[in-house]
C-alpha cells in the first residue's frame, strides 16, 4: 500500500513539475514573441516602411488594446500613409484626447481640406503635405518634376519603394527640418522631402535639387535607413551632378566623425561644404574601383545588413578610412 502511496505522490509531483515547466517555456515563448514584434516594429518605423510598422503594431495591440503609445503609433501610421479619413476614425473610436491625437487628427483634416481646395489628386507615388498656401501651380510642378525623378530612379536602382514618399511644400520656417540647425541650412532631410515653393520658380535650381532630396529617399528605403551620412550625401551628389567639377575647399580635412554625424550639427558654413565635398569624392573614388552600377546597387542593399566597412570591403575592397585618404 506505501509503495502504491508513493508512487501517486511521485506521480503528481512529475505532473506538477511538467505543468511548471510548460508554464515557464509558454512564457518565455511569449516574451520572445513580443520582443521579436517590437523588434520589428522599430526597425520598420525607423525605416518608414509603413506597411510593415502597421502589421507589427496591430500585433502588439492584439496583446495590449489600451496602450496609449501603441495606439499613438498606429495612427501616425495611417496619417503617414495618408489614410487622413481612417486616421481620424481611429482616434474618435479611441477616445483619448491628448496633444499628439489631436494633433494628426486637425493635420489630417487640413490637408483633406487643403487638396480639396486646390482640387488636387492624391499622387501615386508622394504624400503631400502643405505650409503658407502655395498655388496649384507650383504644387504640380513640384510634382510633376518628381514623377520623372522617381520613374529615373526606379530604373537606376532597379528599386521600387512599398511606401508613398513624403514631400512638405513649404513657405515659412516651420517645415525645415526637425531640430536645431545652423543658419546655413535651408532643409534638413529627416524621411521627408522639404520644398520651398519659392524655389519652383526656377526651374535650373529646383530639377538638381529635387533629384538630389528625392535620392536620399531611396536609398534610405534600399537600406532600411542603415547608411552611413557621406554615402548618403555623395549618392545623392553624383546623381544630381550639380556639384560636379567643385574645386577642392581650403581647410582641414574632415574627421570620419565629422562624415558619418548629421552635417546640420556642423555650425560653420565653410566646414559644411568641406564634408559634402569629401563625401562626393570618396563615393566617386569607390565607384572608380568598379564603375558597373549593378554592382553599385547590390552594394547599396547590402548595407541593410552588413556594417558599412564591411560592405566596402566586400564589394570595393576598400574601407572608409581609405577612400578618405585617397581624397586628401
Known amino acids: 500500500m506505501k509503495n502504491y502511496i508513493v508512487i501517486f505522490l511521485s506521480m503528481l509531483l ?157 513657405r515659412s520656417n516651420e517645415y525645415q527640418g526637425m531640430g536645431p540647425r545652423p543658419e546655413w541650412v535651408g532643409a534638413v532631410y529627416d524621411g521627408k522631402l522639404r520644398v520651398p515653393v519659392e524655389m519652383m520658380r526656377y526651374r535650373e535650381i529646383y530639377r538638381p535639387v529635387l533629384f538630389h532630396e528625392l535620392t536620399h529617399s531611396f536609398v534610405r528605403a534600399m537600406t532600411h535607413a542603415k547608411v552611413p551620412l557621406w554615402i548618403n550625401e555623395g549618392i545623392a551628389q553624383v546623381i544630381d551632378g550639380s556639384r560636379t567639377g567643385n574645386p577642392r575647399p581650403e581647410g582641414q580635412v574632415p574627421s570620419m566623425n565629422a562624415l558619418t554625424e548629421p552635417f546640420v550639427k556642423e555650425p560653420s558654413a565653410d566646414v559644411a561644404v568641406r564634408l559634402y565635398w569629401y563625401s562626393q569624392k570618396m563615393v566617386e573614388r569607390m565607384l572608380a574601383r568598379n564603375p558597373s552600377f549593378v554592382h553599385f546597387r547590390e552594394f547599396v542593399q547590402s548595407m541593410r545588413k552588413m556594417e558599412t566597412d564591411d560592405a566596402l570591403e566586400s564589394y570595393y575592397g576598400v574601407k572608409t578610412a581609405q577612400l578618405l585618404d585617397e581624397v586628401r
Not at 495591440?61 to 500613409?81: R, T, V
Request: charged share 35%; proline share 3%; with cysteine.
Open 14 to 170: 512529475l505532473y506538477a513539475g511538467w505543468q511548471f515547466f510548460e508554464a515557464q517555456r509558454a512564457e518565455k515563448f511569449e516574451f520572445e514573441r513580443r520582443e521579436a514584434l517590437v523588434r520589428n516594429a522599430t526597425e520598420c518605423l525607423e525605416s518608414g516602411n509603413w506597411e510593415c510598422a502597421e502589421k507589427s503594431v496591430r500585433d502588439l495591440l492584439c496583446d495590449a488594446p489600451h496602450d496609449s503609445n501603441l495606439q499613438l503609433h498606429l495612427a501616425g501610421i495611417l496619417y503617414e500613409q495618408e489614410r487622413y479619413e481612417e486616421c481620424i476614425r481611429y482616434i474618435d473610436s479611441i477616445g483619448v484626447k491628448t496633444p499628439d491625437f489631436e494633433f494628426l487628427r486637425k493635420k489630417s483634416e487640413q490637408l483633406i481640406r487643403e487638396m480639396e481646395e486646390l482640387g488636387i489628386e492624391r499622387s501615386m507615388h508622394f504624400r503631400v503635405e502643405f505650409e503658407g498656401h502655395p498655388s496649384k501651380s507650383d504644387v504640380m510642378e513640384a510634382l510633376a518634376v518628381l514623377e520623372v525623378a522617381y520613374d529615373s530612379l526606379c530604373r537606376l536602382f532597379d528599386f521600387r519603394p512599398k511606401n508613398k514618399m513624403s514631400l512638405v511644400l513649404y
